[in-house]
């Protein structure tokens, strides 16, 4: 099994059969800077061994990882809290709500779409125009815009 881990270690792919092995790259990948984790890991890591050169996806050693992982274990079990949260549709993310009324390119959901739409529409610009400046297009837009 050299270059693989068991899928117990490594996250669960949806192609991919319980307990299949993952490669190691499809693993590092997993273990970057996208990872939810990375920022903790990596002040670990520079806190507890400076010199480490060898990091995974280039954030954290693996004892680090693992460190960073296991204390976010605790934390859910400790408090009870649902291991994978739950997203609430209608909630809004006022900043980045604010980043694309400014014009930047953000990812927003449908309720912070409506939530710029109508900032938008308040500072006096024409549906056409916020649809432009928030990048929308087709049929959502249009459904958006006529809500």
Same mark, same amino acid.
């Given at each position: 099994?050299h270059?693989?881990?068991s899928g117990?270690?490594?996250?669960?792919?949806?192609?991919?059969?319980?307990?299949?092995?993952v490669?190691?790259r499809? $693993? @590092?990948?997993?273990?970057?800077?996208e990872h939810?984790?990375?920022? !903790? #890991?990596?002040? /670990? %890591? $520079? @806190?507890?061994h400076?010199r480490?050169?060898?990091?995974?996806?280039? !954030? #954290?050693?693996? /004892? %680090?990882?693992?460190?960073a992982?296991r204390?976010?274990?605790r934390?859910?079990v400790?408090?009870?809290?649902?291991?994978?949260?739950?997203?609430?549709?209608?909630?809004?993310?006022?900043?980045a709500v604010?980043?694309a009324?400014a014009?930047?390119?953000?990812r927003?959901?449908?309720?912070?779409r409506?939530?710029?739409l109508?900032?938008?529409?308040?500072?006096?610009?024409?549906?056409?125009?916020?649809?432009?400046l928030l990048?929308?297009?087709?049929?959502?837009a249009?459904g958006?815009?006529?809500?």
């Open positions: 099994m270059g693989q881990v117990a270690c490594a996250p669960a792919h949806e192609d991919q059969t319980p307990g299949a092995a490669p190691v499809s $693993r @590092l990948a997993y273990l970057g800077e939810p984790l990375a920022s !903790v #890991a990596r002040d /670990r %890591c $520079r @806190l507890e400076p480490t050169r060898r990091r995974m996806g280039g !954030v #954290a050693c693996g /004892r %680090c990882w693992e460190q992982i204390a976010d274990e934390v859910v400790e408090l009870g809290l649902p291991a994978e949260p739950v997203a609430d549709p209608e909630l809004v993310d006022e900043v604010d980043r009324c014009g930047e390119a953000v927003l959901s449908k309720a912070e409506r939530a710029a109508l900032r938008l529409a308040g500072r006096g610009l024409s549906s056409a125009e916020a649809v432009a990048a929308m297009r087709g049929s959502s249009e958006e815009v006529a809500a």
